[in-house]
């Protein structure tokens, strides 16, 4: 069963961003957003260290997001560079 996926308003700003420079590497990361919401049950999700957050890879992009799994929710949190992404993290 398919979770729902929620966006931050950091996450919302970031995808907009990232639609203008590059809506190619945009719309891979909406298809990985989409499998992860189809396979959310089946996989192993990479915790990041140190945080609350797992991390989904898509290219040099990494997404930090919350698995709600009681509410079947996906919050994506950020979407950023590797280094970015994790500088912000580090920085909650």
């Known amino acids: ?51 609350p957050f797992f991390s989904l890879h898509s290219g040099p992009f990494r997404i930090p997001y919350l698995l709600d799994a009681a509410n079947r929710r996906i919050i994506i949190d950020d979407i950023a560079r590797h280094d970015t992404a994790y500088d912000r993290i580090n920085k909650l």
């Open 1 to 51: 069963m398919t979770y729902r996926c929620e966006f931050t308003p950091k996450a919302r700003r970031a995808l907009r961003k990232l639609a203008r420079k590059s809506p190619k590497a945009t719309q891979a990361i909406l298809h990985k957003i989409e499998w992860l919401s189809e396979h959310a049950d089946d996989i192993a999700h990479q915790p990041i260290t140190g945080s």
